[in-house]
Every structure is written in structure tokens, then in C-alpha cells.
């Protein structure tokens, strides 16, 4: 079953595909596995609600950014002009 | 906290970018992803301000150790492993997520041999899956532990390779199958009662 959802998933070996090309058609428990494991698979990527960051957290996020840009901005002005006052 | 505190691997390598080249990175590679991060983040921690706080949590810290990015690399992994890690370090303990079921515990129950899988999870139809609606599968997902919960939200709902899943989570490939064989047994478990109470007959 491993090998199975590792082709579905897309990430079984060279090995793997060809194991299960091979036997998939006279192996009816794998077939039930397969299709099974698919309909999973199609369900929780169709029919579970993918959740949007909201406009605020995004918001959010970008002034925190921008302030932090604000204060390395400072810093640097600060540094400048303790160097302009003190070493020229 | 430093990021390899965060199980980021600092190498000597990194890239040291500039002020306005770290604002680029972090516009273009890395707020493209904020929906999915919000996704992974509320259902890992199945509460919307807890989900918040923690997306917050992660841009930070993505800018703050940017120079840990290599350019052009994958900014949604390293970001989901960042995600990742700030959950189970700051987060996991103060959840709101009900009691958990020990992993340990369940890796056991589940560690059976494939002919025992196969008895213990055939009987969920097909057509029953496909009747359910979203809210159904959802809550069978939430009712996963977050371990399980997370394999199967990386693969099946982020489309992530189990390459991919084994960096972020830092854990071997077979790990990664492992786990994702067991929680989806657990899943099958638990669409099946669902399933049962909708009226469906079990096969067995």
C-alpha cells in the first residue's frame, strides 16, 4: 500500500512505477486500494477549504517589515552622522 | 533564538544580501506563499488567532535570517520548515487544540503488518468518500495528531514530494512514508465512522 499512495503522491521510485504498472491490472485488492486512496487524496484537495491569510495578518506583516526597514534605516543615518561628528 | 535553533542549517556559504535586495527576495519569493502558509499554520494549530500570530511569527523570522535563503531555491519549503519548527517550539504547548493522542502510542497501534492494514481499512467505500462534504473531511483531518495531521496537509493538500516533506520536517524519506502510510490509515479510520453514521454499509 506504501508503494501505491507513492504513486499517487508522485514520489515513487523508477522501480516502484514499473512494480506497480505490471501487477496493477490482475491485483483486484490493489486496484480497491488504489481507487480508494484516490478518492482520499481528491477529497481532502477539493473539499477541505483552504483558509486565506486575512487582509489585516497581511497588512500586518508588511508594516512590521516596513518598520524594521525604518530603523536599520536609522541606524545607519545614526552611524553616519556619529562618524561625520566625531572622525572627520 | 537563532535559526539553527529553528533546525536551519547555517552554512558558510550564505548568500549576504543588501538592504533592498532582502526587501525584493522577501516580496517576490516569499509573500507569493502567504495563503498556503496561513492554511498550514490554522490547520496545524486549528485556531484562527493562534494561526495569525504564528504566520506573523515566521515572516519575521524569515526576514530576519533572509541571508539563510539562497535565491531561486525553494522559498515555500524553507518557509513551511520555519512555519514547522516555530509551531512545535512555541506554539504546540500552549495549543488550543484538545488533549493529544501520544504519538508514540499511536505509531504502535498503526506499526501492524500490511495484511492487518488492509483487513482494518477495505471496508471504507469509495462512493461514501465521495458523498462526504468538505466539513466532514475536514474534521476527520483535525481529529488527526498534529504528527499525522501534518504529513498528510504537506502532501495532500500542499502537493509537497516526500523529498521536500523530508526537509522540512528534517526526517528521513522512509520516515516520511512511514508516517504518511500510517496517517492515512488513521484518516481511513476515521472517514469510516463517518461513513457508518451517514448510513453507508461496511463492506466486510
Keep these: 500500500m506504501k508503494m501505491i499512495q507513492a504513486v499517487l503522491d508522485g514520489s515513487a521510485t523508477p522501480e516502484e512505477l514499473e512494480h506497480f504498472k505490471d501487477n496493477i491490472e490482475v491485483c483486484k485488492p ?40 525604518l530603523l536599520v534605516l536609522g541606524l545607519l543615518i545614526k552611524i553616519k552622522v556619529i562618524k561625520d561628528l566625531f572622525f572627520c | ?17 543588501s538592504e533592498s535586495e532582502k526587501y525584493k527576495i522577501f516580496d517576490k519569493e516569499f509573500m507569493p506563499h502567504i495563503d498556503s502558509m496561513y492554511n498550514f499554520a490554522f490547520r496545524l494549530t486549528n485556531d484562527e488567532d493562534d494561526a495569525n500570530d504564528l504566520l506573523q511569527d515566521t515572516y519575521m523570522k524569515a526576514f530576519r535570517f533572509i541571508n539563510s535563503f539562497q ?8 518557509l513551511f520548515r520555519i512555519l514547522k519548527n516555530s509551531f512545535i517550539n512555541d506554539y504546540r504547548k500552549k495549543s488550543k487544540e484538545p488533549s493529544k493522542v501520544d504519538y508514540q502510542e499511536v505509531e504502535t497501534v498503526y506499526n501492524s503488518t500490511e495484511d492487518a492494514e488492509y483487513e482494518s481499512t477495505t ?12 466539513d466532514e473531511v ?23 514530494t516526500y523529498e521536500e516533506m523530508a526537509k522540512i520536517l528534517d526526517i528521513p524519506i522512509g520516515t516520511v512514508r512511514s508516517r504518511l502510510h500510517r496517517a492515512r490509515n488513521l484518516l481511513k479510520e476515521k472517514l469510516r465512522s463517518y461513513a457508518k453514521s451517514m448510513g453507508y454499509k461496511e463492506l466486510r
Design chain 1, 30 to 69: 490493489c486496484i480497491e486500494g488504489y481507487e480508494l486512496e484516490k478518492s482520499i487524496k481528491e477529497s481532502l484537495q477539493t473539499k477541505v477549504e483552504k483558509k486565506c491569510c486575512p487582509k489585516q495578518t497581511f497588512e500586518a506583516i508588511k508594516l512590521k517589515i516596513g518598520i524594521a526597514s
Design chain 2, 1 to 17: 533564538m537563532d535559526l539553527e535553533e529553528e533546525g536551519e542549517l547555517i552554512e558558510d556559504t550564505r548568500p549576504r544580501y
Design chain 2, 71 to 78: 535565491e531561486g531555491t525553494n522559498a515555500k519549503a524553507w
Design chain 2, 123 to 134: 471496508d471504507l467505500r469509495i462512493e461514501a468518500v465521495q458523498d462526504m462534504i468538505g
Design chain 2, 138 to 160: 475536514a474534521m476527520a483531518l483535525n481529529g488527526l495528531p498534529v504528527d499525522f495531521r501534518t504529513v498528510i496537509i504537506l502532501c495532500d493538500i500542499e502537493g509537497f
